[in-house]
């Protein structure tokens, strides 16, 4: 089954500067990028996907990125700000039947001031 | 926020108990899909439900069923009860359309078996 890999486990940055997130992922029929905004408490928020035939999707400070050859994409978070502390999770999916997705592990995001 | 819904938002039971949480799925969804997320790790698979009928599988044990109803509201029951099924269970509601899987999260149950 798929298996998605997600790194830093904590990042810590200045407001203003940038943060990068980065998955892997094993299953080459994974078609599907979604990223997801936890704050502590609530429900995972979708905040940008990415579909295989996509290499780059950018949505005002947030972009994220695919390498279907070497199999990972990434989250780019730009010009942070206080209110993106939060935990990312990164996942994967092969629509069709029984699409599930497949999370990473999390990475806890702070920016400090 | 989504529309998709879940009750109850707290629940305590204690070991070898039976519990039955609800989603009602988002407007124009036809499938839920089910999560375990325990304290500090990312949402686990359990199973998703499409038509009423049960579409695939995580790796769970069959204590941990499912029904979806004609409304494509969903309940996830789960038999039972051990100390480590305690956690978070979502529910995301979806629409498997080509270009329309994404997974709308409900606001979560989160169940603390004693």
């Known amino acids: 089954g798929e298996n998605v890999e997600q790194h830093p486990s904590t990042l810590s940055v200045q407001e203003g500067d940038s943060a990068v997130i980065k998955c892997t992922y094993s299953d080459s029929a994974s078609n599907y990028f979604p990223w997801y905004k936890q704050e502590l408490g609530k429900r995972p928020q979708l905040i940008i996907d990415i579909r295989s035939n996509v290499g780059e999707k950018k949505d005002q400070r947030i972009a994220v990125t695919l390498n279907k050859t070497a199999k990972h994409f990434s989250l780019h978070i730009t010009e942070t700000q206080p209110e993106d502390s939060a935990v990312y999770f990164c996942?994967?999916?092969?629509?069709?039947?029984?699409?599930?997705?497949?999370f990473g592990t999390g990475t806890r995001l702070q920016v400090t001031l | 926020e989504t529309g998709v819904t879940q009750s109850p938002t707290h629940l305590i039971k204690t070991r070898g108990q039976q519990v039955t949480l609800r989603c009602s799925s988002q407007s124009g969804h036809n499938t839920v899909s089910w999560y375990q997320q325990a304290l500090g790790q990312g949402p686990q698979f359990i199973f998703q439900y499409y038509r009423e009928e049960e579409n695939g599988r995580g790796n769970f044990p069959p204590r941990f069923s499912g029904l979806q109803f004609p409304n494509y509201s969903s309940e996830l029951n789960v038999n039972a009860l051990e100390l480590d099924d305690s956690a978070l269970y979502l529910c995301?509601?979806?629409?498997?359309?080509?270009?329309?899987?994404?997974?709308?999260f409900g606001p979560g149950t989160r169940l603390l078996v004693l």
């Open positions: 996942a994967a999916q092969t629509t069709g039947t029984a699409s599930k997705l497949t």
């Open positions: 995301a509601s979806s629409s498997p359309r080509t270009d329309q899987e994404t997974q709308y």
